[in-house]
């Protein structure tokens, strides 16, 4: 049985397919390398300067490429976002280091840093905490403020001072102030320009009085027992300039706004992010001055917030590169292959030598034929070697036709095709009864 020899227009169809075919599945894998992760990102502030914030960021992402987008998810307030965030809706969100449940959260950046202050109208008779006895304190905010007046009850023994808080909302608080509804309003506030002329908005406004600010001098001790909230001194005249207020470097409590991430995600695909958001940064930082106050995380073990694996390995440096990471898989994928690429061709090999003959060659067939011819005792075995030539001719043909490598050349076949057909000639000659 001789074995199937496929036209040359075959094998060469079948090697274009299989470059094909390797060539797709190459540019597949690398899209699929590439292409861009997008995470979810929740935020709320009552302004909504955070959305803004966050939302030029994710459109600088989108329009440089990055490799990681964001896709913004606006909730009411910073407690709203961190509430999403402990649920598992969202896979990052931006908190507050003392709002809402962090216990899932880990570090990406600092964004910004808010400052408590406690502030008493002109003329206000109030100087420290303890002057606070007896008292009405609003609290602008709210439910987002309700960890700083616990931490100060706590320090301070408010309650037993009978100092009674009140929540007020931003647009009443100036209203609360002139009524005389409070003695003293508690905020939690960036110390941006954009903030500090709204803090300064809620107490009236002249050229010879200034609103009281109460400092906080036992920030140290809480800052013990609450490890959300850093000592912060206030520098002099931050609040205003002339006259100077306060009037010197003020003790209080500073509480970090975070970007946290879900532990689950992977450490890659949190360090492109951070690489891209202070490449952001950069860009924006002129249009968005709070982007100022980005910096990166505690990396330390026993930090507040944990840095997640994958803001570590950029901050650190230690973040593996394409080839470090798929170091082994190149090095190991040629070797696994060419093992295949053995196995493949030992077996078939093994099926063609086990199923089919391997072809004889023309010329051999040629020859095997004259010896026949020597040996023909009949007429009739002569005329079907004779049919056995011009079978093997008309094969050659054919071969020759579809561009077979293995062909004999014709010139050559019909030389010895002539000598076999002269032996036959000269065997019927002899096989004639004289």
């Known amino acids: 049985m001789t074995a199937i020899k496929l036209p040359a227009w075959l094998r060469i169809m079948m090697v274009s397919g299989a470059l094909l075919l390797a060539t797709g599945t190459g540019l597949s894998a690398y899209f699929w390398y590439t292409r861009p992760v997008t995470l979810t990102v929740a935020v709320g502030s009552f302004d909504g300067e955070a959305d803004k914030v966050l939302s030029a960021i994710s459109s600088r992402l989108t329009a440089t490429s990055a490799p990681v987008r964001l896709r913004v998810v606006s909730e009411s307030s910073a407690l709203e976002a961190a509430n999403a965030f402990s649920s598992g809706k969202v896979d990052l969100a931006v908190v507050r280091g003392d709002v809402g449940d962090l216990s899932r959260a880990q570090a990406v950046l600092v964004l910004t840093h808010a400052v408590a202050l406690i502030a008493a109208p002109p003329g206000s008779p109030l100087s420290d905490v303890a002057s606070l006895k ?179 390995e950029y901050f650190n440096g230690t973040q593996e590169s394409f080839l ?36 004889e060659s023309a010329l051999d067939a040629l020859f095997a034929l004259a010896r026949r011819v020597r040996k023909a005792q009949h007429e009739d075995e002569l005329s079907n070697i004779e049919g056995r030539i011009d079978d093997i001719l008309t094969d050659q043909q054919f071969k020759i036709a579809s561009g077979d490598e293995d062909a004999t050349d014709m010139a050559t076949l019909n030389v010895a095709a002539n000598r076999v057909e002269s032996l036959i000639h000269a065997r019927r000659a002899t096989l004639k009864p004289s």
């Open 134 to 312: 007896g008292r009405r304190v609003g609290v602008v905010g709210g439910e987002i403020n309700r960890a700083v007046v616990n931490a100060l009850r706590q320090q301070y023994d408010l309650d037993r001072a009978n100092v009674k808080f009140k929540d007020v909302s931003l647009p009443e608080a100036r209203q609360v102030v002139d009524s005389r509804s409070v003695d003293a309003l508690l905020l939690v506030t960036p110390l941006t320009q954009k903030y500090l002329s709204l803090a300064r908005s809620l107490f009236p406004q002249t050229p010879k009085s200034k609103p009281v600010l109460i400092p906080i001098e036992s920030a140290d001790a809480i800052v013990e027992s609450h490890r959300a909230y850093q000592s912060f001194d206030v520098p002099k005249g931050t609040l205003r300039g002339s006259p100077a207020v306060p009037d010197d470097d003020l003790t209080t409590l500073r509480v970090s706004f975070y970007l946290v991430a879900q532990k689950k995600l992977n450490a890659d695909t949190i360090a492109d992010l951070t690489r891209s958001l202070l490449a952001a940064r950069r860009d924006l930082i002129g249009e968005l001055p709070i982007l100022a106050q980005v910096t990166a995380p505690d990396t330390d073990p026993d930090a507040f917030l944990p840095v997640h694996a994958g803001a570590a």
């Open 324 to 359: 470090d990471e798929w170091s082994n898989a190149i090095y190991l994928t040629p070797m696994i292959l060419g093992g295949l690429a053995s196995i493949i061709a030992a077996a078939w090999r093994f099926i063609g030598l086990r199923t089919s003959k391997p072809d």
